[in-house]
């Protein structure tokens, strides 16, 4: 075989090679716009996402915060029911009066743990849990493992709403890296 003949056969395998990856990238992304996924949306009032998080029927997370006035901790605990709604299964707090709810719901327990009055099994679903963050409050949003300080930029004194969506894969990356 001479110079030649080699050259167009090497030619012709990293043709191949660029053929075999262009067809493995067209299949992913054809599989990236058609798969679905549920994603926590934080968004602002002016449409600004905040977080955007994948999240299943068993993800759980958590809101704490120092209350205004009675500056104890106040710590809301949610979890992602099989319909992809936010179920507000707990309260925590460690005072009485000042707005807080003391008296639990119809089918809720409460109960007293290192100081905190709590109210579980409260089960009640939301479509959209709004918050207003500002900075003397040290709030926190906790999704899963991953905890942002919400009252810090870019969160502190914008109104924003936790929502979940049902998004293509695509656009819950588009939404992540942006």
């Known amino acids: 075989m001479d110079v030649s003949a080699k050259n167009r056969h090497s030619l012709f395998n990293h043709r191949r090679a660029f053929l075999l990856f262009l067809m493995m990238m067209t299949v992913i992304g054809i599989y990236l716009l058609l798969s679905t996924v549920h994603v926590l949306y934080a968004k602002a ?24 006035v009675a500056k104890c ?9 099989n319909n992809y709604e936010m179920v507000l299964m707990e309260s925590w707090n460690c005072s009485f009066g000042a707005g807080i709810e003391t008296e639990p719901p119809p089918g809720a327990t409460d109960r007293l743990e290192d100081g905190f009055y709590i109210i579980d099994e409260i089960d009640k679903p939301f479509q959209e849990v709004l ?8 709030q926190t949003i906790t999704i899963d493992d991953e905890t942002w300080n919400i009252s810090k930029e870019p969160f502190v004194g914008r109104t924003f709403a936790l929502t979940i969506k049902k998004e293509n894969w695509f ?8």
Do not use: C, M
């Open 171 to 178: 656009s819950y990356l588009w939404a992540k890296l942006s």
């Open 45 to 68: 009032d002016n449409g600004d996402v905040l977080i955007a998080e994948r999240v299943n029927a068993d993800t759980s997370f958590s809101s704490r915060y120092t209350h205004s």
């Open 73 to 81: 901790p106040i710590i809301e605990k949610y979890e992602v029911s």
């Open 131 to 138: 918050f207003h963050p500002v900075s003397f409050t040290d």
